[in-house]
């Protein structure tokens, strides 16, 4: 396919080149950083965001699972 074929299939919004669609949310709320990371980073906080899993190590390059299946 060269240039001028590829440019005349439409673009669907959030499709990527390599890897399917992906999606953004943000949204910014009257809060001080600190509580609302500290929370995040909680074994109540991580079971919202991760799911079940044991303490969360965040030491550089440490990995996780969850028994959900959610790893990083």
Known sequence: MNKKQSAAIPKVV???AAAG???GVRRTLPVEA???WL???SPEGTKLWLGDLPPLSLAAE???ESQ???SG
Request: without cysteine; negative net charge; aromatic residues 16%.
């Open 39 to 41: 929370f995040l980073t």
């Open 62 to 64: 440490a990995a996780f």
């Open 34 to 36: 600190e509580p609302i």
């Open 21 to 23: 669609f992906q999606i």
């Open 68 to 70: 959900q299946g959610i």
């Open 14 to 16: 959030g499709q990527t």
